[in-house]
């Protein structure tokens, strides 16, 4: 399973918009990239996967480049709801079952 | 449709008692998994279950045993809960081939 590497923490203010990169050097050819959410005391929540160019939902963007040993979950316009933990994850399905690895993720802190 | 979840949600444990934590999940989902998670870290799996009547050990098994009771349910044991073994236990579902995973409220042990 490939590592990832992600800010420790970053700041913004309400209705910026916030880049969170992750790294992800070793990626292999079939591994996709997920990003999830957690709230305290909740479990983490899926915002976005992609395997390479952008992709967009109403959450979120994700934009990965051509090399895609690098990643950016895109949050547009954040509101103080929008403070919790971000987790990049990489990885393949295989054997019918898909293990994930969470690193420490990214603290977002959304200041009024 | 209440997607994945675990009982209790608080637990307080002796050192050397046992208890089974439950996870049920209503979407038909194939693969479980159950995490922990440390206080300012991310999620480790300890086991999963990519189909019914399959369990695997995840990056952290020792001290826990697991049961895939069918399709919807999969408990984590603790035969003799020990101190380290506090922490946030996650239980989390997956239709399994590179799919997001939905994650459960989670349940609070604590080993005294």
């Known amino acids: 399973l490939a590592k990832t590497t992600q800010p420790i923490s970053m700041d913004s203010y309400e209705g910026q918009e916030v880049n969170i990169t992750c790294s992800h050097n070793?990626?292999?050819?079939?591994?996709?990239i997920t990003w999830y959410q957690q709230f305290p005391s909740q479990g983490p929540r899926f915002i976005i996967q992609?395997?390479?160019t952008k992709v967009t939902n109403e959450v979120a963007s994700l934009f990965i480049p051509a090399d895609r040993k690098s990643s950016t979950l895109s949050l547009p316009r954040v509101s103080l709801s929008d403070t919790a933990v971000y987790y990049c994850?990489?990885?393949?399905?295989?054997?019918?079952?898909?293990?994930?690895?969470f690193g420490k993720g990214t603290k977002l802190s959304v200041i009024p | 449709n209440a997607g994945v979840t675990q009982t209790p949600k608080f637990q307080v444990l002796k050192t050397g008692q046992s208890m089974t934590l439950q996870c049920a999940q209503d979407?038909?989902?194939?693969?479980m998994y159950w995490y922990r998670q440390d206080p300012g870290m991310g999620l480790r799996l300890i086991y999963y279950?990519?189909?019914?009547?399959?369990?695997d050990k995840g990056e952290v098994p020792n001290g826990y045993n697991v049961s895939r009771l069918n399709k919807r349910e999969f408990s984590l044991r603790l035969e003799s809960a020990a101190p380290s073994q506090t922490s946030v236990y996650f239980c989390?579902?997956?239709?399994?081939?590179?799919?997001?995973?939905?994650f459960g409220p989670g349940t609070r042990l604590l080993v005294l």
């Open positions: 992609g395997y390479k």
């Open positions: 994850l990489v990885g393949d399905s295989g054997a019918g079952s898909y293990q994930l690895t």
């Open positions: 979407m038909n989902h194939n693969s």
């Open positions: 070793n990626i292999a050819t079939n591994d996709y």
């Open positions: 989390a579902s997956t239709t399994g081939t590179r799919q997001t995973q939905y």
């Open positions: 279950s990519a189909s019914e009547g399959t369990t």
